[in-house]
């Protein structure tokens, strides 16, 4: 079974530095979706950025751009000039590519980093 | 555009009481749906999931069941709930890729 491993529990960045997260995954697949989600205190869950796993190119949303490294099953979140507003829990999330006997594709998450921004 | 509407948003309820938390989809036909629990501080842990009416798969046995009984309603649900059953409940739907979530029930079994 897939499995993905966020091995900072917390972190912690000063307003306007710039920050990255990690994330592994397990998974003898070629071809999936990796995503980094967003959840505040409001507990919204809020997606911040997705990748493709057949395109090399690693994705781009403004201030957060992700280092995906395929053959080592890594994919780091990187927020550039943190803000206030970025704090919050950050999940990475490995969407499974198979279609399953009833068809679904299952998002599969991390155990979460708690991001922290010190002003 | 597509929206996805979660209630209640608070819930406090016996040991031994049924439950019943409603997720509706608006703006998409025939979307993937699912029921993620997070712990406190923890990662979510997909529950049930469905791709159509009346099709559900279930991720971990437990004390609770899923419907689907039209294309855009999910419904979780327990007979008799238990202290362990405590938790923040999310329904999410999907069609091609990312999952977009409500905003989430937090239940509180007393």
């Known amino acids: 079974a897939q499995t993905v491993t966020q091995s900072q529990p917390e972190m912690s960045v000063q307003e306007a530095e710039t920050v990255t997260l990690s994330c592994t995954y397990d998974?003898?697949?070629?071809?999936?979706?990796l995503f980094w989600y967003k959840q505040p205190p409001s507990r919204q869950m809020i997606l911040v950025i997705r990748?493709?796993?057949?395109?090399?190119q690693n994705a781009t949303e403004n201030r957060f751009s992700v280092n995906f490294q395929k053959a080592a099953k890594s994919f780091s979140l990187k927020i550039s000039d943190s803000q206030l507003g970025d704090a919050a829990m950050y999940f990475c999330?490995?969407?499974?590519?198979?279609?399953?006997?009833?068809?679904?594709?299952?998002?599969?998450f991390g155990q979460g980093t708690r991001l922290t921004i010190n002003p | 555009s597509q929206t996805i509407h979660q209630w209640p948003a608070t819930l406090v309820q016996p040991v031994g009481s049924p439950l019943s938390l409603e997720c509706t989809v608006e703006?998409?036909?025939?979307?993937?749906l699912y029921w993620y629990r997070q712990a406190a501080g923890r990662g979510l842990q997909l529950l049930f999931y469905?791709?159509?009416?009346?099709?559900i798969s279930s991720e971990v046995p437990q004390n609770l069941s899923a419907s689907r009984p039209q294309d855009r309603q999910f419904i979780l649900s327990s007979k008799k709930l238990l202290l362990s059953d405590s938790g923040f409940y999310l329904c999410?739907?999907?069609?091609?890729?990312?999952?977009?979530f409500g905003q989430g029930t937090r239940l509180t079994v007393v």
């Open positions: 469905s791709v159509g009416i009346g099709q």
């Open positions: 703006g998409t036909s025939n979307p993937n």
């Open positions: 990748q493709e796993a057949y395109k090399q």
């Open positions: 999330a490995y969407r499974t590519p198979e279609r399953l006997i009833q068809g679904a594709q299952k998002l599969v």
């Open positions: 998974t003898s697949e070629s071809d999936y979706y």
């Open positions: 999410a739907w999907s069609v091609y890729s990312e999952a977009f």
